[in-house]
């Protein structure tokens, strides 16, 4: 989850208590396990769950709580591959396509629907222009 949030679940969470989970509907997997009670919470960006919720129509069954760490900051992210020849010419290419694609009016509006706050699509693509456009690999 990023420098902010992993220092605290490593030193308060254990195996009974964490359970990492990743798959292809991982966020709305995560949100079904929720309200079907077998969960008691998750931990995800607020925008990004608040975009699932929407479109899966759970917005008014699920409370969202702000974590003092990172409450309202973006954080930039990253895709893993495994350490093969294939996932490095994967990750290659990923950065390549990038390289150009982000760049893109498109690329930021879809961005900005899934990850910005709620009224602050604007706001996000400035920051989105100030952290992520600058970085080259």
Not at 101 to 111: A, C, N, P, Y
Request: charged residues 20%.
């Amino acid at each position: 989850l990023g420098p902010e949030l992993d220092p605290i679940l490593k030193a308060f969470g254990t195996k009974q208590n964490i359970h990492e989970r990743s798959s292809l509907n991982m966020i709305g997997g995560m949100l079904q396990m929720i309200i079907n009670g077998r969960v008691d919470f998750t931990v995800q960006y607020y925008p990004v769950y608040h975009y699932f919720a929407r479109q899966l129509g759970l917005e008014k069954k699920i409370v969202y709580v702000t974590i003092e760490e990172n409450a309202h900051t973006y954080v930039r992210g990253s895709i893993s591959c495994p350490k093969t020849d294939w996932g490095v010419q994967t990750i290659k290419e990923i950065n390549e396509n990038l390289l150009h694609i982000r760049k893109s009016e498109e690329f930021k509006r879809v961005w900005s629907a899934y990850y910005a706050f709620p009224g602050m699509e604007d706001k996000f693509i400035q920051i989105f222009d100030q952290i992520i456009l600058p970085v080259t690999q």
